[in-house]
C-alpha cells in the first residue's frame, strides 16, 4: 500500500497506519443511504460517520465537500478543519 498519490514511503504509510488503528472506531453500518449519485461508493463514508455519530468528515474529495454537511455532520477539507481549530495548515 505504498503511497502512490502522495508519494510516501512504505514505512511511514505504515507508521501512519498503525496510528490511524490506534485511534479509529470500527463500526458496521446498519443504514444505507444514497447521498451522493455521483459517486456511490462515498455514501459509505456517510454511513459509517452517521454510525459513529461523527460530527466532521475530513476529506479532499469533491463529491464529500460538495454536501457542505449531512444532517449534523459537517463535511470539511483538512486546511479548513486545521483553520477551525486555530492550527496553521501543514504545508
Do not use: W, Y
Not at 468528515?57 to 449534523?72: E, F, P, T, V, Y
Not at 477539507?77 to 504545508?91: M, Q, Y
Request: glycine fraction near 4%; hydrophobic fraction near 40%; charged fraction near 35%.
Amino acid at each position: 500500500m505504498e503511497g502512490k498519490k502522495f508519494r510516501f514511503s512504505k514505512k511511514i504509510v505504515n507508521a501512519l497506519m498503525r496510528e490511524v488503528e490506534d485511534m479509529a472506531e470500527l463500526v458496521e453500518p446498519k443504514e444505507k443511504i444514497a447521498a451522493v449519485p455521483d459517486d456511490p461508493q462515498d455514501n459509505r463514508v456517510l454511513e459509517c460517520a452517521i454510525e459513529a455519530g461523527s460530527d466532521i468528515i475530513i476529506s479532499g474529495d469533491s463529491h464529500l465537500l460538495a454536501l457542505q454537511s449531512l444532517g449534523k455532520i459537517k463535511t470539511m477539507n483538512p486546511d479548513e478543519f486545521l483553520r477551525r481549530t486555530r492550527k496553521r495548515p501543514l504545508r
